[in-house]
Structure formats: structure tokens, C-alpha cells
């Protein structure tokens, strides 16, 4: 039993990582925006929020400055893409080739670098409940909050006013414009949020699910991310299950080790990319499922004086 509830609990260490990203693009692209940089983005909040935590001791601040650098990021590709109109696709392939290589360039004299002592978070009176407590109570305070998140998501984009504005500019720019709204502004605020979620996703990684710096640590976590939200069908409860099953996948492999199961760890390894190829080939054999899904204007420029 307890290596189930252990099982369990890394489950939902590591679907933070990419529900917390997932979560981000989904924001994006629902207002019609693609960003292929979160790979990029992560890396490089990643670091700056595992340097952060090593020169300051704090864990919030180090945090603080990982969805600061997303946010950052984020803005340059929205001013690009938004505004000067640049190819989406390129743009964000450049920003994660960007982040990949600035990141290892920054992080080289990190490597060998330690955080302060972790702290080990519980929910009183939660956490000694035999196996329900180390399964589900004794999480980081972002577990939780990515869920509360989740749900939020899901009143704010089919529930409030500025929800649908937001999901009316992925879907019709050329309507949203027509009534007054202004398009680039919603998209710029929209691919930013996005992009301090995947900050965070990347310090989370660094500060919590990995308490280290390494070269190109997130491992391809971004690219899973993206895949994440057309398997989700860009709905935010969707996202945050695909991100457990997947993060439940990266996970088994350890504990497959763990118990004696003898796999090539190389096979075990190659087991999240695989799962994630597979997903993708099976939603693609429907294309009019995720056509109906999609936002319509998702990767296409709009230009206000057409």
C-alpha cells in the first residue's frame, strides 16, 4: 500500500509540472494564439528561479522571478507575432531554440549549486489518514492550487464576461474587433498570463519536482504541454486529467525499477513520448472532433484595418 500511495503522490508531483504549463497554452490558444516556445520558456525560468532561490533562500521569490521570466518572454514573442505579425509557428520554435541554449549558458556555474533545506509541506489533519495521506496531503501548496486553478478556469471561460471576450477573439477576431474590443491588447494580456504560467511550471520543476539545476532539465516537458491541449480539446478539467496520466507515465517507470521489474530503463524512459505520440495519433484519426474543439482562429494573424 505504501507504494501506491507513493505512486500516487509522485503522480501528482509530476502532473503539476505540465498541468501548470498546459494550462498556460490552453490560455494562449484559446485567444487564438500558438506558442511553440514553452520548452524555451521553461528552461530559462527554470534557472532563474533556481538562481533566485539560491542567493535570496527563498522559495517565493524564486518563483517570483520564473513566471517574471515566462511573462517576460512571452511579451517579446506577443509583440512579434501580435503586433509586427512575424510567422507563430517560427517565432516560437526561435524562442525555445532561444531559451534552450541562453538557459545552459547562464545555468553553467549553478550546476554544482544547492538550494537550502526543503521544507516538507502537510495538510493538518489530513496528512497520517493511512494511505489517503501520503498519497494526497503531503503536496506542495501549487498542487493545490493548480486544481483550485483548473476549476476557476472553467467558470472564467464559460461563465464571465471577460472570459468570453477572450474565447470570442480565438474564435471570430473579426467579430470581437467589429464590437469594440481590442484584439491584439486581449491576445498580448492573454499569451503573457500564458507564458508566467509556464515560468512557473519551469521554477516548479527546478525549486520543487527536482531541486537542481541541470542543461535542458525540463526534458521536453514544454513540447508535452502542447500536446496536452489538443488531446484536452482546450478544456481546462481535460487538461488537468492528461496531465496526471501523463505525469502518472513518467513516474511509473521509477517505480516499475523500484519493485524489481526488470525493463531496459531506456524502454521506461522513451514511455511519456511514446504515450504522447499515441494519444495524438488517435485524436487525429477524428480531425472534425478536434475541428469542432479547436479555437477557429488559432495560429492566424489578425490585422485590424482588414
Known sequence: MDIYALLIASTLNAGTVLAIASIGLLINERAGVINLGAEGMMLCAAIAGFATAVHTGSDLLGFLAGAGTGALMALIFGLLVIYLNTNQYATGLALSLFGAGFSAFVGVNYVQAKLADRIHYTVPGLEDIPFIGPAFFQQHPLVYGTIIFAVFLVVFFNKTRIGLI???????????????????????????????????????ISLIYTPLWVEGMVAGKGWIALALTTFATWRPMRVLLGAYLFGGVTMLQFHLQSIGIDIASQFLSMLPYLATIVVLALISRNPLWIKINMPASIGKPFYPGN
Not at 486581449?186 to 503573457?192: E, L
Request: glycine residues 16%; proline residues 3%; positive net charge.
Open 166 to 204: 477572450v474565447r470570442s477573439v480565438g474564435e471570430s477576431p473579426e467579430s470581437a474587433h467589429a464590437l469594440g474590443y481590442n484584439v491584439r491588447t486581449i491576445r498580448v494580456w492573454a499569451v503573457v498570463v500564458g507564458g508566467a504560467l509556464c515560468g512557473l511550471s519551469g521554477a516548479y
